[in-house]
């Protein structure tokens, strides 16, 4: 196991963005022992957004500064809905273009610097051509003026999930031309349903290296699994709770290499409670709490509000 000397651990989870936007998440955030976190700017499952309220930013990033957090951590994620990779389906394919360009606009003015976006679904199209697809809806979205990172999440191939190896993640970067605003978000859960076995997770980076490059990967999102290796399901488990394991994840969260790269929890709650603060605690000592349920039940269950 690796162990940090100086800086301290990225960590955070996803978190609440609503009436009180950033300001919710950032006080959720610091609830949970959390120095990131990452936030829909709406419902993930819709695209109804309202407007970025100035002064509430303005507040939120004198908490954020008070408590801790870089909002050059910070990460934004697309709602799911939105397909790239099919521009047969052209309305769809052109609201999402114009709904992620008003996104990173939305951000944009947070001072946000990554969005991380699902590649899309290539539904009935031939695999390259949905890739290639992809690449010309960022080449549509970003230009020289953007901002934010665009963050292609690694996807566990559910369906007909894009971005679900190395090799495909990698031809859509190759078609992309401002090659220096688009990254790559890695999931575990995502992994290890596409097949990767996380034990050898250095075998991976290395492989990861020599096809795109160990600089591209900007975040990770931390989940334990519900499902095998290879199995493509996408349910992610609390983390020691799944197929993956508490010590392989901790191999992940603590490795030398990528030490500098925001880690998100996205673990499921448990019953009406948020794990995250529990599990960035096991994940600060190292050790796996077999008791999360109890533990989180003594926690919350004299609290008025749980978000
Ligand atoms: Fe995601
Ligand atoms: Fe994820
Ligand atoms: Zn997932």
């Known amino acids: 196991m690796y162990n940090y000397v100086g800086d301290k651990m990225i960590i955070g989870s996803h978190v609440s963005f609503d009436a009180k936007q950033l300001l919710t998440s950032a006080k959720q955030a610091v609830s949970y022992g959390a120095n990131t976190f990452m936030f ?52 769809s394919w052109n609201f999402s273009i114009s709904f992620l360009k008003n ?31 992809i690449a010309i809806a960022i080449n549509h979205i970003i230009d020289k003026d953007t901002v934010p990172m665009i963050l292609l999440e690694t996807m566990a191939g559910k369906g007909t999930e894009c971005g679900i190896n190395l090799y495909e993640l990698k031809y859509m970067l190759e078609h992309i031309n401002m090659k220096d605003k688009v990254g790559i978000c890695l999931d575990t859960c995502h992994l290890n ?25 900007k975040c990770i ?7 095998a290796i290879g199995s493509h399901k996408d349910r992610h488990a609390n983390l020691g709770y799944g197929t993956i394991g508490f010590d392989n994840l901790i191999n992940v969260l603590y490795h030398p290499l990528l030490k500098k790269v925001p ?33 989180l039940e003594i926690l919350y269950r004299d609290k008025q509000t749980v978000k």
């Not at 349903?193 to 990967?217: C, M, R, T, W």
């Not at 019953?271 to 960035?280: C, R, V």
């Open 40 to 91: 829909y700017t709406g419902a993930p499952q819709n695209t109804i957004r309202k407007d970025i309220d100035k002064n509430l930013t303005i507040e939120a990033k004198k908490y954020m500064d008070a408590n801790g957090i870089d909002i050059k951590n910070v990460i934004c994620h697309a709602p799911y809905i939105i397909n790239l990779a099919n521009k047969e389906k052209a309305d």
């Open 103 to 133: 996104e990173i606009s939305r951000i944009t003015k947070m001072g946000i610097n990554y969005i991380v976006v699902h590649p899309g679904n290539s539904l009935n199209l031939d695999r390259m051509e949905a890739l290639s697809n």
């Open 221 to 227: 999102h931390v989940n334990d699994s519900k499902n």
């Open 263 to 295: 880690k998100i929890l996205e673990t499921p709650w448990v019953g009406e409670y948020p794990p995250y603060k529990l599990e960035i605690e096991m994940i600060k000592n190292k050790k796996f709490n077999p008791n999360l349920e109890k533990d």
């Open 193 to 217: 349903d596409s097949g990767i076995n996380l034990a050898q997770f250095d075998d991976y980076l290395a492989d990861f290296d020599q096809e795109i490059g160990l600089d591209k990967i």
